[in-house]
Nanobody
Framework: QVQLVESGGGLVQAGGSLRLSCTASRTIFDITVMGWYRQAPGKQRELVAQVFRGGAINYSDSAKGRFTISRDTAKNTMYLQMNSLRPEDTAVYYC???????????WGHGTRVTVSS
């Protein structure tokens, strides 16, 4: 079992930055992939970025060049640095952990990001 808690959301003006954190209840060293997803009002949840245990990283097209995903296994925490934020980035951002060894995945409860124009 893994509990995930996101933090760092808030209200920011367009062009601003935020750093989201996702802290796990246990070590993330052996978790296969961790990722950030978001869900805007009236839209489906979508992948923003993900980082694999071996270090590979994947970004959505909208995140490339503006967002940076990272993780600190010593702190059991994953981050999403978001720069040059746009109003269309407004959404609830969720953290997800996929443990392929147990075929289970885990979600946090989300943190809201609002970008004003």
């Amino acid at each position: 079992q893994v509990q995930l808690v996101e933090s760092g959301g808030g209200l920011v003006q367009a062009g601003g930055s935020l750093r989201l954190s996702c802290t796990a209840s246990r070590t993330i060293f052996d978790i296969t992939v961790m990722g950030w997803y978001r869900q805007a009002p009236g839209k489906q949840r979508e992948l923003v970025a993900q980082v694999f245990r071996g270090g590979a990283i994947n970004y959505s097209d909208s995140a490339k060049g503006r967002f940076t995903i990272s993780r600190d296994t010593a702190k059991n925490t994953m981050y999403l640095q978001m720069n040059s934020l746009r109003p269309e980035d407004t959404a609830v951002y969720y953290c997800k952990a996929d443990d392929w060894s147990s075929n289970r995945d885990y979600w946090g409860h989300g943190t809201r990001v609002t970008v004003s124009s």
